[in-house]
């Protein structure tokens, strides 16, 4: 044991482990296994009732209670569950310590399918039987919350990209938090943080939220974002005899409960499943506790393995329920390692059953046809979804962060051990002097220090943290480059932001460029005020003359294109310059309405080809005009002229729900495809403005979950320009094509398309669906599994003005070394084969 020798465990508890009846006002103690060693986050609860606490990771726990009579339930996977009786009288406090001892299983007689290779199936066929009566019998609930995160680091890089990484091995973040959760059937939560504490940060808010915590095994299927899009197979899914294989390891008598004991098998090594043991509840069907480990194998992302235990218990009218849930994680990847945990405690439950308990009690246990027959309860004790249960999922209290140490003291259900009370200490204590001047800036001194990686890759950030502001350069890759327009340039691209409280800054961003060959300077400036973010309010205004390519979404990289022209002898950019004002607003209407805004004015001005330079340009090869070449318009030079643009937009995500934090508003992943509206007119006559158009266009964008197959992302976009039309080429509708082997696997790109040739005044149609199979191609191929890599598939199609039904199709590997990407695409027109190609870039 760390704490206790187990003769001293024995001498103080030994009057209260024979079962006698206590008197204690604050129960405390410690709970041990059959070694005497600690037994962490062991759920100890009142008999009856979700009032209860865990155990710490050294085993220590505390309990307060109001005066009365209790049984106090010691509870731990795989281990025989105790029962103390306490009465709690005002004024006394008593140790109680407990040793659990492994569960003592037996065999017993089940009655086996011919099918059927061990007596589990028969557990877990009517598991399944009965998992869609178990996921639906809660109409709503409420309960009270408690999450503690500690990550933890043993081993960190001396630099990421030249940057040093500014933590330190130990623990790197502890946070607490506590929310009273609800829920209504099937989907609605609704979350209010009320406390919220974060180790040496006492500004900042815990990023806990229970309602995505919590894990339901009773679905098919489990979604855990940032580990995987393609989720994992719960061991009694409807489909589960697919994936798994069982074995009855025995069975134990909880009270009037027969628990089953049944390991999880699963059939193949990488399938998306969980290894190790569910405990499922004789009769009932339901789950009594889980112990399940995914391993990396499993295709997840970022840690090395996740084990889940949660613990569950009967509650009113024999509903079980949760009451704690913890997970373990391992991390390895970039040169970090270390582990970490997330626990939670549910306490104080309030359930509205599903069904009249009369009519379930009849049934054996009802199959999927009977659920839905099934007489409803007729009691509600919650309100409707619609005055309580709206898009914000969770909200945290404006003082949730400013808790003093008697508060947490009290309220949590889990002790600190010694370890995370140091941390809270030191770095609560050093949070002062960390807030200084001279602390800020002595830490200033080494992450401003210059290297070549910053230099030429990753480029150089100046930090003053004190003043919270900082300037950032961009790298030389992208300072230096090359064009047959302006022959050698140096584009220095500048940002200097400041930060204020509340998430509120400004950033400007000058910039200077100059072009050796045509011997013109350029110069803009931008200033962007971001001063609401729980609207995402923003204000921007922009200057200068510079140059621009003619498509502004920029399709083609600067440095990318400084290679291509200098090795490859293609000049792929082609640029005009722009004297111009444009000022910008942006801001959210009402929840899922996102408004932006913008007005310029704009003096244009054709520019030519002034350097001819390649290195291993082939020398019947002729540089192309810098006019682009275009099916719709024969001649895409132009004459200089003006134009005033104003540009609206409509984003409109449906159903959008979200986080109400006390600085800012975060959205959450939607379920429901988001749509954009834009209209774009050239106002004739305005400032002396050439142009006269209209361009109308709507979007529609969404991501399909696939389950075990993956993740799809679609985008459709049609627009067409009405009326007449004076509009000079890059007023066009341009689609960003590709002609290099870098390519930004982004929605609305085409990886095969010319850049210029099919841009149009005509109406258009593109449709673009990207599916990641996320594992389930590569899984099933021995030699590749290992690497975990990952499929992925796209469609690209185009009809617009001059070309009918253009298609790209790709198919290629993503997640090497991580973050690389790297397809195969060929296209066709109508039926007509175009070109074939490979594509890399990032592909995270």
């Not at 995505?212 to 489909?239: D, Q, W």
């Not at 889980?290 to 235990?309: A, G, N, T």
């Amino acid at each position: 044991m760390t704490k206790f020798s187990f003769l001293a465990f024995l001498i103080v508890g030994v009057s209260l482990l024979i079962g006698g009846a206590s008197y204690a006002q604050s129960i405390k103690g410690i709970v041990i296994d059959e070694k005497g060693e600690p037994l962490p986050f062991t759920t100890i609860y009142v008999g009856g009732t979700s009032t209860g606490v865990s155990t710490n990771q050294d085993g220590d726990y505390e309990l307060s209670l109001a005066p009365g009579p209790y049984d106090i339930v010691f509870q731990y996977v795989g281990y025989k569950r105790q029962i103390q009786e306490v009465v709690v009288i005002p004024g006394k406090t008593y140790m109680l310590n407990v040793q659990l001892l492994p569960e003592a299983y037996q065999l017993r007689e089940v009655v086996v399918n011919s099918k059927d290779r061990d007596p589990a199936y028969a557990v877990i066929r009517e598991a399944i039987r009965k998992r869609k009566y178990h996921l639906t019998e809660v109409n709503a609930f409420s309960c009270r919350v408690y999450i503690k995160g500690n990550q933890h680091l043993d081993d960190i890089p001396n630099s990421v990209l030249g940057y040093t990484v500014p933590l330190d091995t130990g623990i790197v973040y502890l946070s607490e938090s506590v929310s009273d959760l609800s829920y209504i059937y099937p989907d609605k939560y609704s979350e209010r943080m009320i406390s919220s504490r974060v180790s040496g940060q006492s500004k900042a808010f815990s990023f806990n939220m229970a309602s995505e915590m919590y894990v339901n095994f009773y679905n098919n299927l489990l979604g855990m974002e940032g580990l995987t899009e393609r989720g994992f197979v719960s061991p009694i899914a409807s489909n589960a005899f697919f994936f798994y294989d069982y074995k009855l390891r025995g069975a134990f008598q909880e009270g009037d409960y027969l628990i089953n004991k049944i390991e999880v098998i699963p059939k193949r090594a990488n399938d998306p499943v969980f290894s190790g043991f569910i405990y499922i509840v004789e009769d009932s069907w339901s789950i009594h506790s889980i112990d399940l480990v995914l391993p990396q194998k499993k295709q997840i992302e970022f840690v090395d393995s996740l084990r889940i235990r949660q613990q569950y218990a009967p509650l009113d009218q024999g509903i079980w329920m949760m009451l704690s849930q913890r997970f373990d994680f391992r991390i390895g990847a970039f040169g970090f390692h270390g582990n970490g945990y997330f626990v939670g405690v549910y306490s104080n439950y309030k359930i509205e059953p599903r069904y009249k308990l009369d009519a379930v009690n009849k049934l054996t246990g009802p199959t999927v046809e009977q659920v839905d027959t099934l007489p409803k309860n007729d009691v509600k004790l919650f309100p409707k979804p619609k005055k309580s249960f709206g898009k914000e999922v969770l909200v945290i209290e404006e003082d949730a962060n400013k808790r003093e140490d008697v508060y947490w003291e009290k309220i949590r259900p889990i002790p600190l051990n010694d370890y995370e009370k140091k941390d809270y200490k030191i770095k609560d204590s050093l949070l002062v002097i960390k807030e200084s001047k001279p602390f800020k800036d002595s830490m200033d001194d080494k992450r401003n220090n210059l290297n070549l990686v910053k230099l030429f890759v990753s480029g150089y950030r100046y930090n003053r943290s004190y003043k919270r502001d900082f300037l950032s350069f961009d790298p030389l890759i992208k300072a230096i480059q090359y064009n047959t327009v302006e022959g050698v340039v140096t584009n220095l691209d500048v940002n200097y932001t400041r930060y204020y409280e509340n998430n509120k800054f400004y950033r400007i961003t000058p910039a200077v460029r100059y072009g050796f060959s045509s011997g013109k300077l350029y110069g803009r400036l931008g200033a962007t005020y971001y001063y609401d973010p729980k609207k995402f309010s923003s204000a921007q205004v922009d200057f200068g003359q510079f140059v621009y390519q003619f498509n502004q979404a920029d399709p083609i990289v600067s440095y990318v294109n400084t290679a291509e022209t200098l090795v490859g002898g293609r000049n792929l950019i082609k640029l005009f310059e722009k004297t111009y004002v444009s000022t910008r607003y942006r801001t959210e209407l009402w929840n899922g309405v996102l408004f932006t805004g913008r007005f310029s004015w704009e003096k244009r001005v054709q520019l030519y080809n002034t350097s001819f330079l390649s290195i291993l340009k082939e020398e019947n090869r002729i540089f192309t005009p810098n006019a682009p070449k275009n099916l719709e318009l024969a001649d895409t030079s132009f004459p200089t002229h003006e134009a005033a643009i104003v540009d609206l937009s409509i984003i409109y995500h449906p159903g959008q729900r979200y986080i109400s934090r006390p600085d800012q508003k975060v959205l959450l992943v939607n379920k429901w495809p988001s749509f954009t509206f834009n209209y774009v007119k050239g106002l004739n006559g305005l400032l002396g403005s050439d142009v006269d158009y209209d361009r109308v266009s709507a979007k529609i964008s969404d991501e399909i979950s696939q389950g075990l197959f993956g993740m799809g992302r679609l985008t459709l976009e049609s627009g067409f320009f009405p009326g007449k039309k004076v509009a000079y080429f890059m007023d066009y509708r341009q689609f960003n094509g590709n002609a290099t082997l870098y390519a930004r696997f982004e929605p609305g790109n085409f990886q095969l398309l010319d850049y210029y040739l099919y841009s149009s005044l005509k109406p258009y149609f593109m449709g673009q669906y990207e599916h990641h199979f996320d594992g389930f191609i590569v899984n099933k191929l021995p030699l590749l599994r290992k690497t975990k890599l990952q499929a992925v598939g796209s469609v690209n199609y185009l009809r617009a003005g001059t070309v009918d039904n253009y298609v790209e199709i790709g198919i290629g590997l993503e997640h090497i070394l991580k973050i690389l990407r790297v397809d195969f695409y060929t296209s066709f027109i109508g039926r007509e084969h175009q070109a074939i190609g490979f594509k890399g870039g990032l592909g995270f």
